[in-house]
């Protein structure tokens, strides 16, 4: 949506905490987030299964974008216990991951996506690592950011991200992190020794990534879902993963690019193979509406518990 006369840089941040369960934790990091000056809160998706939430902020400074992750992610290293966290989900620590990105073409109406690659986005991915490493965790970067553009999905792998340690799924700090430290060392060192006790943080740019996940039908077999995973996943465009969620195995998606493959798309492969599912569900606010939020047209930021 075009709006006439703006000029401002619209920057967004999309931080991943690792707690879903509790509104006690989960409302005090809101009421912190809200109170943050320069920033907007946007959207808060709680998502108890995954035992996972995220929180999306907006503002034209990216000085005031670092101050509050900093602010969000120090408080969630003395609310989450990560050495106890149990989860469906893979993650890397309490503050698992802030994706960072340059809005301002969604908001002039001519992208849905946004820049990934602009100045103020990679400035803003500086920022914020070192905002989230002065809270004693460890830092690795991705995207433009990173000396050789590493992506996230490299990144992830090198540090054990996909690597379950219980059949169930993932359990406390991962065990492959304080190896990685050593064959991978950080890229924003923490500004003491936390002895990963908060695990380590993933900072980055990019477009856009939409998350969206489709419950594949109770009865389909190990087999069918393994084929539809395939048959869904298409390189930068759709990466994908089966978890299980709330009684159903889902095809649990990252669409890269959403200007070109988007939820309908991913919908139609489905159909077209001739696979199966209950529902599907966009996770979080899309940049579509950063305007009305981030102008204050709606009164409130959108609240997200599945």
């Known amino acids: 949506m075009a709006v006439a006369g703006l000029r401002q840089r619209v920057l967004a941040l999309k931080i991943y905490l690792s707690e879903g369960r509790s509104n006690v934790v989960l409302d005090q990091l809101v009421a912190l987030a809200e109170a943050c000056a320069g920033v907007r809160l946007v ?3 709680r998502d108890k299964p995954y035992h996972r939430s995220s929180l999306t902020l907006l503002s034209d400074s990216s000085p005031a974008l670092a101050e509050a992750a900093g602010v969000i992610g120090a408080n969630a290293c003395k609310l989450i216990d990560m050495e106890s966290h149990v989860a469906s989900h893979p993650r890397l620590g309490t ?3 802030i994706s960072c990105h340059d809005v301002t073409a969604v908001a002039e109406g001519t ?3 946004g820049v990934g690659h602009s100045e103020q986005a990679i400035q803003l991915v500086h920022d ?11 830092v690795y970067l991705y995207g433009p950011a990173h000396p050789k553009q590493r992506q996230l999905v490299d990144l992830r792998r ?3 991200y996909f690597d379950r340690t219980t059949p169930q799924g993932w359990c406390g700090i991962p065990p492959t992190l304080a190896s990685a430290l050593q064959s991978l060392p950080p890229d924003v060192r923490a500004s003491s020794d936390s002895q990963l006790r908060h695990g380590v943080c993933t900072v980055g740019s990019g477009p856009w990534t939409t998350g969206f ?3 594949l039908c109770t009865s389909c077999t190990e087999d069918e879902q393994e084929a539809a995973l395939a048959a869904v996943r298409r390189p930068g465009l759709v990466q994908a993963m089966l978890l299980p969620h709330d009684g159903h195995v889902e095809l649990a998606c990252n669409l890269l690019d959403a200007d070109h493959h ?12 001739h696979f199966r599912y209950d529902f599907s569900y966009v996770v979080g606010v899309q940049p579509s509406k950063f305007v009305q939020l981030f102008q204050g047209h709606e009164a409130a930021p959108v609240d997200t518990c599945i």
């Open 111 to 113: 992208s849905l996506v």
């Open 262 to 273: 988007g939820p309908i798309d991913v919908l139609e492969t489905l159909q077209k193979h």
């Open 158 to 160: 090198a540090l054990g």
């Open 213 to 215: 996940n489709i419950a």
């Open 95 to 97: 503050i698992d991951h």
């Open 43 to 45: 959207d808060t998706f």
């Open 128 to 138: 914020v690592g070192a905002s989230i490493a002065a809270q004693a965790v460890p």
